[in-house]
């Protein structure tokens, strides 16, 4: 049986060894083999792809996805815009 902090550790490095993740802002906790992401990504994409990197990680029973995309401040436009 695979306990929580091998499913975390687990979690990280696959996080961590995905090309298409920057998970220096995501954290990651489990309980009963559910896996919460928080923190934050630059884009949807990168959101996306972190949920996806973690279902695939053996002993994953489920995933809540709180990660918060925060867009580089390029395209921000004030209100009137």
Same mark, same amino acid.
């Given at each position: 049986?695979?306990?929580?902090?091998?499913?975390?550790?687990?979690?990280?490095? &696959?996080?961590?060894?995905?090309?298409?993740?920057?998970?220096?802002?995501? %954290? +990651? *906790?489990?309980?009963?083999? #559910?896996?919460?992401?928080?923190?934050?990504?630059?884009?949807?994409?990168?959101?996306? &792809?972190?949920?996806?990197?973690?279902?695939?990680?053996?002993?994953?029973? %489920? +995933? *809540?996805?709180?990660?918060? #995309?925060?867009?580089?401040?390029?395209?921000?436009?004030?209100?009137?815009?």
């Amino acid at each position: 049986m695979t306990t929580d902090s091998d499913i975390k550790r687990d979690v990280e490095s &696959e996080l961590k060894w995905d090309p298409d993740i920057d998970a220096s802002d995501i %954290g +990651v *906790a489990v309980k009963n083999g #559910v896996v919460t992401l928080s923190g934050f990504v630059r884009s949807f994409t990168q959101k996306y &792809e972190a949920e996806k990197a973690t279902k695939r990680v053996k002993g994953v029973l %489920g +995933v *809540a996805n709180d990660i918060e #995309v925060r867009l580089p401040s390029l395209h921000e436009k004030p209100d009137p815009e």
